[in-house]
């Protein structure tokens, strides 16, 4: 489930270790490559579809730069188009770590979100999976309701919902019970 | 004085590459600020370094290629557009 192993995260504090750090499931991902092989085949197929116009045309000097000026922009605007897709699939990242959640979610080229839960605020955790593919690939959505707040976190198309559920209400309850721990400590000090 | 209407456009092939370099120079700036998203905010990991390096692998066979292609052009053609 934890398909990243990191050593050290961005704002780490003291004393903190990351329990899962998560991402999109491949499959989501696997559409953009499939959007990105269909791209490059369509001006090899539309070459092959016609191969005696096109040897024709090409004797033309100008029509030659210029099929030569736009094949090379459109190969290079479709690589940057991945690459922009996969940067986006990339820093969206969720890591649950022993003392929080941080969310992070890049929108676009110039947008991006980051926010934080403490673990002992966490009142309930839900997960949904819809549809065949999820289903079967077990991936889906994972709700993260914080006590006293309307917005919740959301883990988006992420693998194995169910375990990440399991995992977080571990912490949550491991959290309960070291501070419950530590306010017995201060009331037998008190006393 | 009399002016004489044009009668046709004359200019060398190399002048459509201007618009190819203009798109070049986009390209750079985009690539620059998806890398630099992935340099600052991502997370340290293999995939990351190795996706920056697909990607320059890839940019650079893609404009070698084009420059193989295009250094069988003359360039120096010049094209008359008559009106």
């Known amino acids: 489930m934890n398909l990243l192993k990191i050593k050290s995260f961005p704002g780490q504090e ?29 001006p090899i197929v539309i070459y092959n ?17 210029v099929s030569i000026l736009l ?32 969310n992070t979610e890049q929108k676009g080229l110039f947008s991006r979100t980051i926010s934080e839960q403490k673990l002992e605020t966490i009142q309930d955790v839900t997960s949904e999976v819809k549809g065949i593919i999820p289903t079967f690939l077990d991936y889906g959505d994972v709700y993260i309701q914080s006590a006293g707040t309307l917005q919740r976190f959301v883990f ?10 399991k ?21 037998i000090k008190i006393k | ?22 798109f070049l120079f986009l390209f750079a700036v985009f690539a620059f600020f998806n890398l630099y998203h992935i340099i600052r ?25 084009t420059m193989a292609a295009a250094s069988e052009i003359d360039w120096n053609y010049i094209i008359n557009i008559t009106l």
Do not use: C
């Not at chain 1, 940067?87 to 941080?102: C, E, Q």
């Not at chain 1, 995992?167 to 009331?187: C, D, S």
């Not at chain 2, 905010?41 to 290629?65: A, M, R």
């Open chain 1, 167 to 187: 995992t977080i209400l571990a912490l949550v309850k491991e959290g309960q019970r070291f501070e419950a721990m530590n306010q017995l400590k201060t009331e």
């Open chain 2, 41 to 65: 905010f991502g997370v340290k990991t293999t995939l990351g370094l190795f996706s920056i390096v697909v990607f320059g692998v890839g940019t650079f066979y893609i404009l070698v290629g």
């Open chain 1, 71 to 102: 094949i090379s922009a459109y190969y290079l605007g479709m690589w940057l188009f991945f690459f922009a897709h996969f940067v986006d699939y990339y820093l969206d990242i969720w890591i649950v770590s022993n003392k929080r959640i941080i």
């Open chain 1, 14 to 42: 003291k004393g903190e270790k990351a329990i899962l750090v998560l991402r999109r499931h491949w499959f989501v991902f696997f559409k953009t490559i499939l959007l990105f092989g269909l791209g490059l085949l369509i």
């Open chain 2, 1 to 22: 004085m009399s002016f004489a209407m044009p009668t046709g456009i004359e200019f060398e092939l190399s002048f459509i590459l201007i618009p190819y370099f203009l």
């Open chain 1, 49 to 65: 579809a016609f191969p005696e116009l096109w040897g024709n045309i090409f004797q033309n000097e100008v029509i030659k730069a």
């Open chain 1, 156 to 165: 988006k198309q992420v693998h194995h919902p169910n375990q990440i559920i």
